[in-house]
């Protein structure tokens, strides 16, 4: 299993070890130890699976406060660019974003730490999209920036995409309250 460290800090692509056979295929999807050896260190208490057709875009989403999220992404079936950006105030990279394709053949992972958007638009025809959870869900405080925001500029790889009413309702970067802080986890 290799733990790749992303141009943003705390974003981590994880490339699992595949071991295929005539049967099909066996993967470790998660190992706690290798996990915080890699300094993802989060307890996951939800688990989450969507299904979405071709040219679905689904986020920006994040939450804040004692929700924040800390999101593991994977993907089940199918093909999908996975965005994340970082909404950290006083982060070196604030308002970058990573973007990378997650796929059934891969089997890529996406550690997305608290205090990023998060979101996907859906390459193959259709696509299962799993992912654990540090926090639970809480409507009060999901918070959305809208997809196609121009300072933003993101690539989702998708040409009108399919969204839903609340994301396209969602505010533009510029106007996000500061609700999460770069907390550096580098030492030097």
Partial sequence: MEFEKTFIEGLILVKPDIFPDKRGFFLESYNREKYLKAGIDSLFVQDNISKSVKNTLRGLHYQIGNFTQGKLCTVISGIVQDV??????????????????LNEENKYQLWIPPGFAHGFAVISD????????????????ERSIVYNDVQLNIDWKVENPI??????????FSQIDKDLFFKSTISI
């Fill in 84 to 101: 994340a950006v970082d909404i950290r105030f006083g982060s070196p990279t604030f308002g970058k974003y990573y973007s990378v394709e």
């Fill in 126 to 141: 259709t696509a299962i999209f799993s992912y654990k959870c540090s926090a639970l869900y809480s409507k009060q405080d």
């Fill in 163 to 172: 969204i839903n009413e609340k994301d396209l309702g969602a505010k533009k």
